[in-house]
């Protein structure tokens, strides 16, 4: 028995090695090849209220720190799924039921899959009624031969979320086929 149980415990890295990449996602994420097509509508700041027995949650995408005059395109992800994506300093919102939510910002790369995808999560708890924001802060700076990326995501006071919102273009996203 003492046996069988050493072989187990020696044997068990080996069948932790064999997770799908899918399975190694951060909280929040959907899948990894999933891509965004994102149009940005500037000059329109739509102001939503949360649906009956839901809450809104505006995802803001902010640039201001990506010294690059390509921007990026950030996924948001909730409970697992992709609900849209931004393009360089803008957002959208979307509803959510009550209750806890996992949320992923990942930034779209190329078609490349050698590249590692960068994710930032956070968590929360929804309340009928209630408007969340929360901020992507994309950084890119020159200090390396390819530029360094860093990408933090973080819930932002009310204030300054609608001050983003206000400041910033709407997106709207649909997904590649």
């Given at each position: 028995?003492?046996?069988?149980?050493?072989?187990?415990?020696?044997?068990?890295?080996?069948?932790?090695?064999?997770?799908?990449?899918?399975?190694?996602?951060?909280?929040?994420?959907?899948?990894?090849e999933a891509r965004f097509n994102v149009k940005k509508v500037k000059g329109q700041h739509p102001i939503a209220q949360p649906d009956a027995g839901k809450a809104l949650v505006y995802f803001i995408e902010d640039d201001t720190d990506f010294d690059s005059i390509f921007k990026?395109?950030?996924?948001?992800?909730?409970?697992?799924?992709?609900?849209?994506?931004?393009?360089?300093?803008?957002?959208?919102?979307?509803?959510?039921?009550?209750?806890?939510?996992?949320?992923?910002?990942?930034?779209?790369?190329?078609?490349?899959?050698?590249?590692?995808?960068?994710?930032?999560?956070?968590?929360?708890?929804?309340?009928?009624?209630?408007?969340?924001?929360?901020?992507?802060?994309?950084?890119?700076?020159?200090?390396?031969?390819?530029?360094?990326?860093?990408?933090?995501?973080?819930?932002?006071?009310?204030?300054?979320?609608?001050?983003?919102?206000?400041?910033?273009?709407?997106?709207?996203?649909?997904?590649?086929?």
């Amino acid at each position: 028995m003492k046996a069988a149980l050493i072989l187990f415990l020696l044997a068990s890295p080996v069948f932790a090695q064999n997770k799908s990449k899918d399975s190694a996602a951060a909280p929040g994420c959907g899948a990894e090849e999933a891509r965004f097509n994102v149009k940005k509508v500037k000059g329109q700041h739509p102001i939503a209220q949360p649906d009956a027995g839901k809450a809104l949650v505006y995802f803001i995408e902010d640039d201001t720190d990506f010294d690059s005059i390509f921007k990026p395109t950030t996924r948001a992800g909730l409970d697992g799924a992709w609900v849209g994506a931004t393009h360089g300093n803008s957002y959208f919102y979307f509803s959510v039921a009550p209750g806890e939510h996992h949320l992923c910002a990942s930034k779209q790369w190329t078609d490349d899959p050698q590249q590692t995808p960068k994710r930032a999560v956070a968590h929360f708890t929804a309340e009928a009624g209630s408007v969340y924001y929360f901020r992507v802060k994309n950084r890119w700076h020159r200090d390396y031969a390819f530029g360094d990326y860093e990408i933090d995501f973080a819930p932002l006071d009310s204030d300054e979320g609608v001050l983003l919102a206000s400041t910033y273009s709407s997106a709207t996203s649909h997904l590649r086929k």
